[in-house]
Nanobody
Framework: QEQLVESGGGSVQAGGSLRLTCTAS????????MGWFRQIPGKQREAVAS???????LYADAVKGRFTISQDNSENTVHLQMNSLKPEDTAMYSC??????????????????WGQGTQVSVLS
């Protein structure tokens, strides 16, 4: 049974940093894309970043240069380091997985497994 569990959300002042962690279990596929998404109530969920099995990252334009996605395969974790946070980064952040996409980790509609989410609030 595949499972994703996020941690690391919280409140921070604008300009500050947070690090989110997604711990994955039960994945035995040859390739897995791991992604971070965020959603504000009443708005459509948006992709933030993804990373493929070879640790190639992809970023949304809104977070390029500020956020860094990484993974530790030995611990089955994916991290999202968020620096220079802005109030508009406030959202519920969720970890997700898509299997057997190879390097096509920006096929956002293919993400089927989701964690419960962790709230990030950036105060102005």
């Amino acid at each position: 049974q595949e499972q994703l569990v996020e941690s690391g959300g919280g409140s921070v002042q604008a300009g500050g940093s947070l690090r989110l962690t997604c711990t994955a279990s039960g994945y035995t596929y040859s390739t897995v894309c791991m992604g971070w998404f965020r959603q504000i109530p009443g708005k459509q969920r948006e992709a933030v970043a993804s990373i493929d099995s070879e640790s190639n990252p992809l970023y949304a334009d809104a977070v390029k240069g500020r956020f860094t996605i990484s993974q530790d395969n030995s611990e089955n974790t994916v991290h999202l380091q968020m620096n220079s946070l802005k109030p508009e980064d406030t959202a519920m952040y969720s970890c997700a997985a898509a299997v057997e996409l190879g390097r096509r980790c920006n096929w956002w509609d293919e993400y089927e497994d989701w964690g419960q989410g962790t709230q990030v609030s950036v105060l102005s």
